[in-house]
């Protein structure tokens, strides 16, 4: 292992070191979101650390991207979405007063990506979908360490954005590659015999294939642990989440997938685990609260005091871990296929399971056709040519088929349930 190449995320390297003593210039992307919204928490309890200088979001939210942009000063605001500037600068001149000056706005589709590429020393990209990918190649070409939250930009361009990384400039933000990421500091790769990542087991954890047959988008959505969007909280139920954050690990830490192991822990206290070659198991652990992998994310090598609450240990409690279940969730096992495939078979996966999860909302598919349409576009898909180099045209036309594909098996599959 030791001949590998240099992992992409690495504890023991800070790819853009800090400047002077002041706040560390930060970019935010994805800003109105959960996770921009959780460090802009972060940032202003801790002005002395970090400063923002710019903000993106698509555009949804106009009145909280102005107020973030007043309360953080920023120069700059970016909304993908160019009908959405007229109403957000309504939303900056009810905020700013006569003599305050206004950020400049970025609109359109680039207009995260030329905020990425910006001047700053990180990039958070807290954007949802794989339309993070373009800002996250930015990032990563201006030489910004990229703190990263958009899984989906990795999984999908994953051999674009290893060209592109230098050792240790990406610091990933979810809770079980962050917690991955610490626990690896207490050793070399060499000493490193696999990564165990955790699972709650989302809200069916326990049921059989069979049981899982008539489950309802209202019981999918019912996640046990954690307060998230429609789309990663059903992501959860199928584990379908689970799955990419396996080839996440695989890219990230440059470990075999056959070295990535999945265990299901109810409670959400231990966010992964690093199992080395001498027996030793080190487990990251908090209670489940984003603020502390964004404070990873963000500060790193530094940590953030008090950027999340701690366990109380006066009180007694269980933490339980059970095997994956792989026949009731099959998303794990093709994942790892995808995975092994590289080239664009991740982004008919990613691409595929957001239509079929659409289709599940609307009443389309039912729970076990997601993953059931999903192997199916993938099959279709088949195995790319060895060798041949992946660019993001490559990409965007395999999620586009891969969408339209979707589409046409979930109303197949609609019009025989009728």
């Not at 060499?190 to 990564?195: G, M, N, Q, T, W």
């Not at 954690?226 to 830490?253: D, F, Q, R």
């Not at 009443?363 to 898909?381: F, K, M, N, Q, S």
């Not at 395999?398 to 025989?416: G, M, N, P, S, Y």
């Amino acid at each position: 292992m030791s001949d590998s190449p240099a992992p992409l995320a690495d504890p023991h390297l800070l790819y853009a070191p800090v400047a002077g003593d002041g706040p560390k210039d930060v970019v935010i992307l994805g800003s109105t979101g959960s996770i921009g919204t959780q460090a802009i928490d972060l940032v202003l309890r801790n002005p002395d650390r970090f400063r923002v200088t710019g903000l993106s979001a698509n555009g949804g939210r106009v009145a909280l991207l102005a107020e973030q942009a007043h309360r953080l000063r920023v120069p700059v605001v970016a909304v993908a979405r160019e009908d959405a500037v007229p109403a957000l600068r309504e939303a900056l001149a009810a905020r700013y007063g006569a003599g305050e000056r206004q950020p400049e706005i970025l609109s359109g589709p680039d207009a995260a990506t030329l905020l990425a590429a910006s001047d700053c020393h990180t990039v958070l990209n807290g954007i949802t979908g794989s339309i993070g990918l373009a800002p996250t190649l930015a990032a990563l070409e201006a030489g910004r360490t990229l703190a990263l939250a958009n899984k989906e930009s990795l999984i999908v361009g994953g051999p674009l954005v290893k060209a592109l990384a230098k050792p240790g400039q990406i610091i990933p933000v979810d809770s079980e590659h962050a917690a991955l990421f610490q626990a690896l500091a207490a050793g070399t790769r060499a000493d490193v015999r696999r990564l165990v990542v955790t699972a709650s087991g989302g809200p069916f954890r326990g049921r059989t294939r069979e049981q899982l047959a008539e489950v309802t988008v209202e019981d999918a959505l019912a996640h046990p642990t954690w307060a998230m969007g429609p789309v990663i909280t059903i992501n959860s139920a199928t584990l379908v989440n689970k799955g990419l954050e396996v080839i996440e690990a695989h890219l990230l830490y440059d470990i075999p997938f056959d070295r990535i192991e999945v265990v299901v822990h109810p409670q959400s206290y231990v966010h992964s685990m690093v199992e080395f070659t001498d027996g030793s198991t080190l487990a990251q652990a908090t209670p489940p609260d984003m603020r502390g992998p964004i404070a990873i994310g963000l500060g790193w090598p530094e940590r953030v005091p008090d950027a999340a609450p701690a366990f109380d240990w006066s009180k007694a409690s269980t933490w339980e871990f059970f095997p994956l279940d792989e026949e009731a969730f099959p998303a794990v096992g093709l994942a790892r296929r995808v995975g092994g495939l590289a080239g664009t078979a991740p982004a008919v996966f990613n691409a595929a399971n957001e239509e079929c999860v659409e289709a599940f909302r609307s009443g389309a598919l039912p729970y076990l056709g997601i993953i059931e349409t999903v192997t199916r576009v993938v099959d279709e898909h088949g195995t790319p040519a060895a060798g041949t180099p992946l660019t993001v045209a490559d990409v965007l036309e395999a999620e586009t088929w891969a969408r339209v594909r979707a589409r046409e098996l979930a109303a197949q599959t609609a019009e025989a349930r009728a």
